[in-house]
Nanobody, 126 residues
Framework: VQLQASGGGLVQPGGSLTLSCAASGRTFSGYAMAWFRQAPGKEREFVAAIRHPDNSKHYADSVKGRFTISRDNAKNTVYLQMNSLKFEDTAVYLC????????????????????WGQGTLVTVSS
């Protein structure tokens, strides 16, 4: 399985970006895909996840109401729409995939995920 993340860039505070994560190599009847991020000097943290087939969505408190995760099964792609971006959202954003549907409590942990993309840099700066 390969994950290709894209869509990062430089944006001003209050702006928006949409990240994409395209999966290839296998299909799964049940799975979860997630976004994590890692800022310089900080640990990797959970951002958002979506499970299949129930389509449940889960967010970190720091991004609730600003970020939206969605998926397009036909394209094997997950998106992260990021609005009202803040300086503290600056990080490398990584997408991850678990090839089976995890229980709810597991979606927030990076150890849940089997496959990782290479990351895309989001910089929020004026």
């Amino acid at each position: 399985v390969q994950l290709q993340a894209s869509g990062g860039g430089l944006v001003q505070p209050g702006g928006s970006l949409t990240l994409s994560c395209a999966a290839s190599g296998r299909t799964f009847s049940g799975y979860a895909m997630a976004w994590f991020r890692q800022a310089p000097g900080k640990e990797r943290e959970f951002v958002a996840a979506i499970r299949h087939p129930d389509n449940s969505k889960h967010y970190a408190d720091s991004v609730k109401g600003r970020f939206t995760i969605s998926r397009d099964n036909a394209k094997n792609t997950v998106y992260l729409q990021m609005n009202s971006l803040k300086f503290e959202d600056t990080a490398v954003y990584l997408c991850a995939l678990r090839g089976t549907r995890p229980i709810l409590s597991m979606v927030y942990s990076d150890s849940t995920y089997n496959y990782w993309g290479q990351g895309t840099l989001v910089t929020v700066s004026s």
